[in-house]
């Protein structure tokens, strides 16, 4: 092998100076680092020990990007220091990643000029197709998205959105089921406690339960905290638990709202759960299971809302825009 003069100090090796160190042609070493593409073993062996030499690695990063079809895909996030949405992304990036896609994630607020800017940084960026985790940006940037060849595809947010893909929970099957939980527990007063954030999933999950539990011919008490944090649940159990009625029965909007008003209810009010009052929640965060909580919940599909973006970007199917998954309910010990 002829021994030319290598790269000039600091500067990244190529693979031209791969192919002029091992003396063969640039593209022999592509090939050797194409997997599937057709080298010699002699000409393999060369442009290995040349590469080892010049400590020489393939840029995938910019091999992929000059293919249309492995333009990034971004994901807009919000709220990231929360259970659910760390578990739907770590979810969907390691389902992407396994797919062979680059992955961009893009931090926002829930604000909805936030998700706004974020999508406008995906439009910039020429992503192949943006996840929208959270927030609903305007119908009419999402459709400058569409029509740039982007595929847009939006979990649990508002379905008024036009032209894009939408991945919602059957929240009318959820909120239906828990009704008949705290019935089979034989709760006799409910109580729903909610977040005035109006999230598109919220505002469902609250409709939902509200309609189920009234043709039940329950009547709901619901009361709203600023968020839907571990705090919200503790001044949501400080609000109602001095008023409660026998065989209470609370239905908290999200996990981490159940945890904070289990707490309080142990440690502020002296009650058993749950042999004095019932709690449900949703998402089946890894808390819910804790010895602590012990809380029956509903379990989001974070694998099932992780393959069906991999259908979608992948175009293994022709299938409706909007595909609704099921929340499944995992019995604990929160409930008589």
Same mark, same amino acid.
């Given at each position: 092998?002829q021994?030319?003069?290598?790269?000039?100090?600091?500067?990244?090796?190529?693979?031209?100076?791969?192919?002029?160190?091992?003396?063969?042609?640039?593209?022999?070493?592509?090939?050797?680092?194409?997997?599937?593409?057709?080298?010699?073993?002699?000409?393999?062996e060369?442009?290995?020990?040349?590469?080892?030499e010049?400590?020489?690695?393939?840029?995938?990063?910019?091999?992929s990007?000059?293919?249309?079809?492995?333009?990034?895909?971004c994901?807009?996030?919000?709220?990231?220091?929360?259970?659910?949405?760390?578990?739907?992304? /770590?979810?969907?990036?390691?389902?992407?990643?396994?797919?062979?896609?680059?992955?961009?994630?893009i931090?926002?607020?829930?604000?909805?000029?936030?998700?706004?800017?974020a999508?406008?940084?995906?439009?910039?960026?020429?992503?192949?197709?943006?996840?929208?985790?959270?927030?609903?940006?305007?119908?009419?940037?999402?459709?400058?998205?569409?029509?740039?060849?982007q595929?847009?595809?939006?979990?649990?947010?508002?379905?008024?959105?036009?032209?894009?893909?939408?991945?919602?929970?059957?929240?009318?099957?959820?909120?239906?089921?828990?009704?008949?939980?705290?019935?089979?527990?034989g709760?006799?007063?409910?109580?729903?406690?909610?977040?005035?954030?109006?999230?598109?999933?919220?505002?469902?999950?609250?409709?939902?339960?509200?309609?189920?539990?009234?043709?039940q011919?329950?009547?709901?008490?619901?009361w709203?905290?600023?968020?839907?944090?571990?705090?919200?649940?503790?001044?949501?159990?400080?609000?109602?638990?001095?008023?409660?009625?026998?065989?209470?029965?609370?239905?908290?909007?999200?996990?981490l709202?159940?945890?904070g008003?289990? /707490?309080?209810a142990?440690?502020?009010?002296?009650?058993?759960?749950?042999?004095?009052?019932?709690?449900?929640?949703?998402?089946?965060i890894?808390?819910?299971?804790?010895?602590?909580?012990?809380?029956?919940?509903?379990?989001?599909p974070?694998?099932?809302?992780?393959?069906?973006?991999?259908?979608i970007?992948?175009?293994?199917?022709?299938?409706?825009?909007?595909?609704?998954?099921?929340?499944?309910?995992?019995?604990?010990?929160?409930?008589?």
């Amino acid at each position: 092998m002829q021994r030319n003069k290598g790269p000039e100090k600091n500067k990244a090796t190529s693979a031209a100076d791969v192919a002029r160190l091992a003396g063969v042609s640039r593209s022999a070493v592509s090939r050797t680092f194409t997997d599937g593409a057709s080298v010699s073993a002699k000409t393999r062996e060369k442009v290995l020990a040349a590469a080892t030499e010049l400590n020489y690695h393939v840029n995938h990063l910019a091999r992929s990007i000059s293919k249309e079809q492995s333009r990034p895909v971004c994901l807009l996030a919000a709220n990231l220091d929360k259970p659910y949405h760390n578990l739907l992304l /770590d979810a969907l990036t390691k389902q992407l990643q396994q797919d062979g896609r680059m992955v961009m994630v893009i931090n926002a607020s829930s604000e909805p000029s936030s998700a706004e800017q974020a999508m406008r940084r995906a439009l910039h960026y020429r992503a192949s197709a943006s996840v929208v985790m959270s927030g609903t940006p305007p119908q009419e940037l999402v459709q400058a998205c569409v029509d740039s060849g982007q595929k847009v595809i939006m979990i649990n947010c508002s379905d008024e959105v036009e032209n894009v893909h939408h991945i919602q929970i059957d929240y009318v099957d959820a909120m239906q089921q828990a009704v008949t939980l705290f019935q089979q527990a034989g709760c006799q007063a409910l109580s729903l406690v909610s977040s005035t954030k109006g999230t598109p999933s919220l505002l469902a999950r609250e409709q939902f339960f509200i309609s189920a539990a009234q043709a039940q011919g329950f009547e709901v008490t619901i009361w709203r905290g600023d968020n839907t944090n571990y705090e919200d649940g503790q001044h949501a159990a400080q609000a109602l638990l001095s008023n409660r009625q026998p065989n209470h029965a609370y239905f908290c909007i999200t996990d981490l709202v159940a945890c904070g008003f289990i /707490d309080t209810a142990r440690h502020q009010f002296n009650l058993s759960i749950p042999d004095d009052i019932s709690i449900l929640g949703f998402d089946d965060i890894p808390q819910s299971a804790w010895q602590a909580y012990q809380l029956t919940t509903f379990a989001q599909p974070y694998q099932g809302i992780a393959n069906r973006v991999s259908d979608i970007l992948g175009e293994l199917e022709e299938a409706d825009l909007t595909s609704r998954l099921t929340a499944i309910p995992k019995l604990r010990n929160s409930l008589r």
